[in-house]
């Protein structure tokens, strides 16, 4: 039973195109997150739900839109992709500000 | 603001000998502290955390750490490497265990036979 799941796993698109990446929890957690990791392999904060409403936004383009349909589910959109959105998406979910499980990733590279 | 520094962004050690991962932190709060481990093309795992209880703390794999506030650190030490610890290893501290991770460079750990 996987815990925190993403999909897909892989992602390779065109500069330019628009392009979504789904997570969802089976825990029943009731805040969910989104880390960028970088070719570097340095990963940073991107956003966090807690039941659907947007608790942390760090300095992100605009290009990019999470959407939370439900406590289970927090989406990443991406608009316009550039080269330097290239990098692995890992989303994580917690519950009462307990500690963090993470998904298995998803590595997009843009051409 | 908060942040962590590792000290070493590859280590390389023999099987059988001590592994030592160094992790400095900075918070103007009393801090929650993190160690993952990332093995390749996979997501992160925690191995222990660090939330002002015991500054001992051991986590999975035989893994454990000290929090040492006079000194802000937070190492990762195993007493005997397996070749099965080779992976990416990653400090992190936040103002709460749910809140977001500020994660260091990450320190890749190899293991020799």
């Known amino acids: 039973d996987t815990a925190v799941s993403q999909t897909p796993k892989y992602l390779v698109t065109q500069m330019g195109n628009d392009k979504s990446i789904k997570c969802e929890q089976n825990?029943?957690?009731?805040?969910m997150y989104w880390y960028k990791q970088d070719s570097k392999k340095f990963l940073k904060i991107m956003f966090s739900y807690n039941n659907k409403e947007l608790i942390i936004n760090e300095t992100v383009p605009n290009r990019f839109s999470p959407k939370s349909p439900d406590k289970a589910h927090l989406n990443l959109h991406i608009n316009s992709l550039e080269l330097g959105d290239s990098a692995v998406y890992f989303c994580?979910?917690?519950?009462?500000?307990?500690?963090?499980?993470f998904g298995p990733g998803t590595r997009l590279t843009v051409l | 603001a908060q942040s962590v520094t590792q000290l070493g962004s590859h280590v390389s050690v023999s099987e059988g000998a001590l592994v030592l991962l160094r992790c400095n932190y900075s918070?103007?709060?009393?801090?929650?502290l993190f160690w993952y481990v990332q093995y390749p093309n996979q997501g992160l795992q925690l191995l222990l955390k660090y939330t002002s209880a015991a500054t001992l703390v051991k986590g999975i794999n035989g893994f454990e750490a000290e929090f040492k506030k006079s000194e802000t650190s937070f190492h990762l030490t195993k007493p005997s490497a397996h070749m099965s610890d080779a992976a990416e290893y990653f400090c992190?501290?936040?103002?709460?265990?749910?809140?977001?991770?500020?994660f260091g460079q990450g320190t890749e750990l190899s293991v020799k036979p």
């Open positions: 825990l029943g957690h009731d805040t």
């Open positions: 918070s103007s709060v009393p801090p929650y």
């Open positions: 994580a979910s917690s519950q009462e500000g307990r500690q963090q499980f």
């Open positions: 992190a501290v936040s103002e709460g265990q749910g809140g977001k991770l500020i």
